[in-house]
RNA sequence: GCCGAAAUAGCUCAGUGGUAGAGCACUUCCAUGGUAAGGAAGGGGUCCCGGGUUCAAAUCCCGGUUUCGGCUCCA
């Protein structure tokens, strides 16, 4: 057991020291890099030069470090001056430890902190624990190797960096080894798979996802859904081309930023460069200038559900999460400076609404520019401070608490975004609404005032839940495949005891479909046992076992998700029931 | 894009140089079923694609595609 008085963090940092010692020993050519410890555990980076190092060669260094736990070796600390401490790492060839001195050096470091485990002497802040006996049995475990480029810059040689986790004991181990089994149980590529809801097709390419007539169902619900609520707060929906021309990006600013993630679209006819679109913002700013704005038509909402298009890294692209076909819930609002406050309150409003109906928590990051970076950012520094505190002020004035993260911020101005949580404790970047001053001026929008002269509107962008495929991946893992009833592609399954019976089920479901509700019908050749275990691991909310009982009666036997018990209900009460849990999306079945 | 791993039946996977396999699914037959696997038989393969080594390649080598775990990136 780790001791009380060795946090975790320390614990988990003397790991990655400890591992090193492993690999020095197996390796004793290798070059180290840095090993910190992390959120569930920590890392190292090695160079191992020619050598291949592979996955199994992590049992090897778990023994290893095994051996080393069981010796109790005592870390032992000591200084080096830093010209002392060069010359030793450039004898042992250490040159990644040597850059990291040389840096120290120039910070005004003097000297430098060393600890040394047996044989095994490394350059290191600290602190670390006492004695690696004090390590749990158990308690940590190799997981990944993986590459890093060193210093995380992409320019720089790609190092192999092992993975480990590691708890105060074995116990809390094993707990979070199954939230990571459970969390494979969930994943959505999985289950989108087994449910039959997208495909990829290699044909199609990467990135490309195909939505089968069920998964349709579940993204159109999530627009059908974020359109109801944006109506509500005045966004209608518009149409717009999935390709434009390079102009409109450049104008916007987007051009130079984000060029080489755009698709460049060839035209037979004219030599003109033209894009696949990868946001919205630029056709909608083309509709409010289309004819002269009045104060009077302000605040100006519009919303799109278009296909975006980005050229993501091929290894940057992961099932639903990351896509370079999507679409968004996205909005942008036109409006004077003094309607900013209002038309942030109500999308805050419909946010939490849509949170609330889908079951998840959040919280709301407010992102920031970065004031050291100021030209990865459009418009000056003035613009930047006044539109971060008025967003603050917002926060603050509705008593909404937040977390600040600077230089999270979109290009042309601060941001709110939400962080929504799913049921395994997991961050999410879903909705977010951007305050642009920027965009509106590029674009010469203008609308004429109270006294007739020509003012520039402020432009909000926001999404409700983002991209609504990346989000059907999120509730998809989130609800571990079992929507609610009014997301669920298939809401009730009609199993069928005897063949003399399919034609009743036929019936009932024709019934069940003129009321709108989704039904799909087993009448397979298969015992009722076996019908009703496919049923469930489907995860389709209501299941209905026909037979004799039941055509001879109104009454139906509801068996519902996750419930053994059988329930009696006529056959009217149960449409009405999934009628009303429909139209009020309520999440418990 | 970079580092590493993987791709075999519709699905999950076994097979490591010598006749391509299992379970589930599917089809047919028997059973006519009552709330989480009834029985039997059968069909089903571009072993990701292209090249190479070899008497012989699903297996070894090279290139490509796609996927996965990371890194970098994410308007």
Redesign the pocket.
């Known amino acids: 057991m780790i001791k009380k008085d060795d946090n975790l963090e320390v614990a988990r940092h003397s790991l990655a020291h400890i591992m090193a010692a492993a690999v020095f020993e197996l390796w004793p050519n290798v070059r180290f890099a840095i090993g910190p410890a992390t959120e569930n555990g920590f890392y190292y980076d090695f160079d191992f030069g020619k050598d291949?190092v592979?996955?199994n060669d992590l049992i090897k260094i778990e023994k290893k470090m095994n051996h080393i736990i069981r010796r109790g070796l005592k870390f032992e600390k000591s200084e080096l001056s830093v010209e002392e401490a060069i010359n030793k790492e450039k004898k042992a060839k250490q040159l990644y430890k040597l850059e990291l001195i040389q840096d120290l050096k120039k910070g005004g470091e003097k000297k430098v902190c060393y600890y040394e485990l047996g044989n095994f002497k490394d350059l290191c802040r600290g602190p670390h624990i006492e004695s690696s006996g004090k390590i749990a049995k158990g308690s940590f475990k190799l997981t990944?190797?993986?590459?890093?480029?060193w210093r995380?810059?992409?320019k720089n040689k790609?190092l192999?960096?092992i993975y480990g986790v590691a708890f105060a004991s074995k116990k809390e181990l094993d707990e979070y080894l199954n939230m990571l089994a459970e969390a494979e149980r969930r994943d959505h590529?999985k289950i989108g798979?087994e449910q039959g809801l997208f495909i990829?097709s290699?044909l199609i390419?990467?990135?490309l996802p195909v939505y089968t007539d069920k998964g349709a169902i579940v993204r159109n619900e999530i627009i059908k859904y974020s359109n109801e609520l944006q109506r509500e707060i005045g966004y209608n929906e518009v149409h717009t081309p999935n390709i434009n021309k390079a102009e409109l990006f450049k104008i916007s600013g987007?051009y130079d930023k984000?060029k080489d993630?755009?698709f460049r679209v060839a035209s037979n006819y004219s030599d003109e460069e033209y894009y696949l679109k990868?946001?919205n913002?630029p056709h909608h700013t083309q509709l409010y200038g289309s004819r002269k704005r009045s104060y009077k038509e302000l605040p100006y909402r519009v919303s799109d559900f278009a296909n975006l298009y980005?050229d993501?890294?091929?290894?940057?692209?992961?099932?639903l999460s990351?896509l370079r076909c999507f679409s968004q819930d996205d909005g942008h609002c036109f409006c004077r400076e003094d309607q900013i406050k209002d038309e942030f309150v109500s999308v805050l409003g419909v946010i939490n609404k849509a949170m609330k109906t889908y079951n998840m928590e959040y919280e709301i990051r407010l992102s920031l520019w970065d004031p050291d970076n100021p030209d990865k950012y459009l418009g000056d520094a003035k613009v930047w401070e006044k539109s971060q505190k008025l967003l603050e002020d917002i926060l603050k004035e509705n008593k909404i608490s937040y977390r600040k993260k600077e230089g999270e911020a979109?290009?042309y101005g601060p941001k709110m975004d939400l962080i929504s949580k799913d049921s395994l404790g997991r961050e999410w970047q879903i909705s977010t609404i951007q305050l642009d001053f920027i965009m509106p001026e590029r674009f010469g929008l203008t609308y004429v005032n109270e006294e007739g002269k020509e003012e520039t509107p402020v432009m909000i962008h926001r999404a409700i839940v983002g991209s609504p495929e990346r989000f059907m991946g999120i509730l998809i893992e989130h609800y571990a495949g079992a929507f609610p009833v009014w997301l669920s592609p298939v809401q009730v399954k009609i199993i069928s005891?005897?063949?003399?019976h399919i034609d009743y089920c036929r019936k009932l479901a024709g019934e069940f479909a003129e009321n709108n509700v989704r039904v799909e019908i087993d009448d397979?050749?298969?015992?009722?046992?076996?019908k009703?275990?496919k049923a469930?691991?489907e995860k389709v909310p209501y299941?209905l076992?026909?037979?004799?009982?039941?055509m001879s009666s109104e009454k139906l036997?509801v068996?519902d998700r996750g419930k053994?018990k059988?329930r009696e209900i006529a056959k009217d009460k149960f449409v009405k029931e999934i009628e009303e849990k429909v139209k009020h999306r309520i999440f418990e079945l």
């Open positions: 291949k592979s996955e990944k190797l993986a590459g890093a480029y995380g810059d992409e790609m192999t960096r590529r798979k990829f290699d390419g990467p990135g987007h984000y993630d755009m990868p946001m913002c980005r993501e890294k091929p290894g940057e692209l992961s099932g990351r979109a290009i005891v005897g063949e003399k397979n050749n298969e015992t009722v046992g076996n009703i275990r469930a691991g299941v076992v026909i037979g004799d009982r039941e036997a068996r053994t059988i």
